[in-house]
C-alpha cells in the first residue's frame, strides 16, 4: 500500500477562495483523521470519522470549515471562504479500529495570502 | 486540550540511552499508550504503543507503571537521526499535545 496520500502537497490561494483538500486513507482502515499543525497551536484534531460518519468534530474552528467522507476511500477538508490564519500545514490520518497505530499522509501545507 | 502531559524539550548525547516521560493521569481502562514522533518537514510517524505490559520493538521500549498513569519511552541508542518531537497520546482521545523536542548532541 502506498499509504495515506494527501493532495495537493502545497496550496497557494488568496483570502476569500474556496480550497479543497483532498485524502485518501489506507485500504482497509476504518478510522481517519484530520489535523492542523501550526507553529502557534500545534497539532490540532479538527474531525475524525469511523466507517465513513463523522463521530466528533469540536476541533473544526468554525462553519468555514467542513469534512464530508463520501466513501471509505476519500475524504475531503473544505474551507471556504479562506483567510490568512487558516494558513498551517494540514495533515490527514487513518487507522484500523481505533487501536492500532495511525499512520499520518505528508501532509497538505497551505498558504492564504 | 490532549488528555497527556510531556515535558517541553530534552536533550541526550549520541549513543546514550534516552528516557521520554509522559503523564496521563485521567486515563481510562480502555485507553492504549501511543508515541508517535515527528521529524522536521514530516508528518508524525508512530512509535510504539501499550496497553498494561511493557513492550518492546526494533525502534524502542515502552515502560508502563503499573497503575497506568504515567510511561516512559526509552530509545537505548540515542542518534542524530532520533532528533525529532516526541509525542505521547491515549488511542480513544488521539489529541496530540506540545511533545517533548528531543536534541541529540554528537
Known amino acids: 500500500d502506498a499509504g495515506v496520500i494527501q493532495s495537493p502537497r502545497h496550496e497557494v490561494t488568496e483570502m476569500g477562495q474556496e480550497v479543497t483538500l483532498r485524502c485518501k486513507p489506507i485500504?482497509?482502515?476504518?478510522?481517519l483523521f484530520w489535523y492542523r499543525q501550526t507553529m502557534m497551536r500545534g497539532l490540532e484534531l479538527l474531525i475524525y470519522f469511523n466507517n465513513n460518519v463523522p463521530i466528533d468534530d469540536s476541533g473544526m474552528p468554525e462553519d468555514r470549515f467542513s469534512a464530508k467522507m463520501p466513501n471509505a476511500s476519500f475524504s475531503t477538508l473544505k474551507i471556504q471562504p479562506s483567510e490568512p490564519r487558516d494558513s498551517a500545514v494540514y495533515f490527514c490520518?487513518?487507522?484500523?479500529?481505533?487501536?492500532?497505530?495511525?499512520?499520518f499522509g505528508q501532509g497538505t501545507r497551505l498558504t492564504v495570502v | 486540550d490532549a488528555k497527556t502531559t510531556q515535558p517541553n524539550s530534552m536533550e541526550s548525547n549520541e549513543e546514550e540511552p534516552v528516557h521520554l516521560p509522559c503523564n496521563h493521569s485521567?486515563?481510562?481502562?480502555?485507553?492504549?499508550i501511543h508515541w508517535y514522533r515527528q521529524l522536521p518537514s514530516q508528518g508524525p510517524e508512530y512509535v510504539i504503543h501499550?496497553?498494561?505490559s511493557n513492550v518492546n520493538n526494533r525502534m524502542a521500549s515502552l515502560a508502563i507503571a503499573e497503575d497506568r498513569k504515567s510511561s516512559t519511552l526509552i530509545l537505548h541508542r540515542a542518534t542524530l537521526r532520533d532528533a525529532a518531537v516526541y509525542y505521547c497520546i491515549l488511542n480513544n482521545d488521539m489529541r496530540f499535545g506540545a511533545g517533548t523536542r528531543l536534541t541529540v548532541k554528537p
Open positions: 490520518a487513518s487507522s484500523f479500529m481505533g487501536m492500532t497505530e495511525a499512520f
Open positions: 485500504s482497509g482502515h476504518d478510522y
Open positions: 501499550g496497553l498494561t
Open positions: 485521567t486515563i481510562s481502562g480502555t485507553d492504549y
